[in-house]
């Protein structure tokens, strides 16, 4: 997969500061080394990891001092969707996503066929 195929996602750090990721594997931490640096005192050097695998990001615990959370949640390593609130110390980040162009989005329409919809109507009626 190359980097193309990454979907557009993003971070919103303190509600000021926006972070796009690029990169399949993002370090957040407080190293000048990291792809995400946070200059909070409370934040690990490495404190997790953004990974997207199989079609979806997931954030891990890089065994930080403090403890990483999602939605209030302490957690080692889970799947991120749009609107989860990710806390690194004193720090407060928003995962944010953009669909994918070749997503399938119905907003909750049945998006079959006629022939398909005259069937499922009928096979009530025998």
Do not use: W
């Given at each position: 997969?190359?980097?193309?195929?990454?979907?557009?996602?993003?971070?919103?750090?303190?509600?000021?500061?926006?972070?796009?990721?690029?990169?399949?594997?993002?370090?957040?931490?407080?190293?000048?080394?990291?792809?995400?640096v946070?200059?909070?005192?409370?934040v690990?050097?490495q404190?997790?990891?953004?990974?997207?695998?199989q079609?979806?990001?997931?954030?891990?615990?890089?065994d930080?001092?403090?403890?990483?959370?999602?939605?209030?949640?302490?957690?080692?390593?889970?799947?991120?969707?749009?609107?989860?609130?990710?806390?690194?110390?004193?720090?407060?980040?928003?995962?944010?996503?953009?669909?994918?162009?070749?997503?399938?989005?119905?907003?909750?329409?049945?998006?079959?066929?006629?022939?398909?919809?005259?069937?499922k109507?009928?096979?009530?009626?025998?």
């Amino acid at each position: 997969m190359d980097i193309s195929q990454l979907p557009n996602a993003f971070l919103i750090i303190e509600s000021s500061k926006i972070f796009i990721i690029e990169k399949f594997i993002t370090v957040i931490g407080r190293l000048p080394s990291n792809d995400l640096v946070l200059s909070d005192s409370h934040v690990s050097r490495q404190h997790a990891e953004l990974r997207f695998s199989q079609g979806r990001f997931y954030l891990k615990d890089l065994d930080s001092t403090g403890g990483t959370f999602v939605n209030e949640k302490k957690i080692s390593e889970c799947c991120l969707f749009p609107g989860d609130v990710i806390t690194l110390a004193n720090v407060n980040l928003v995962f944010g996503q953009e669909e994918l162009p070749g997503d399938d989005v119905t907003d909750g329409y049945d998006i079959s066929s006629e022939e398909e919809q005259q069937q499922k109507s009928t096979d009530f009626l025998i």
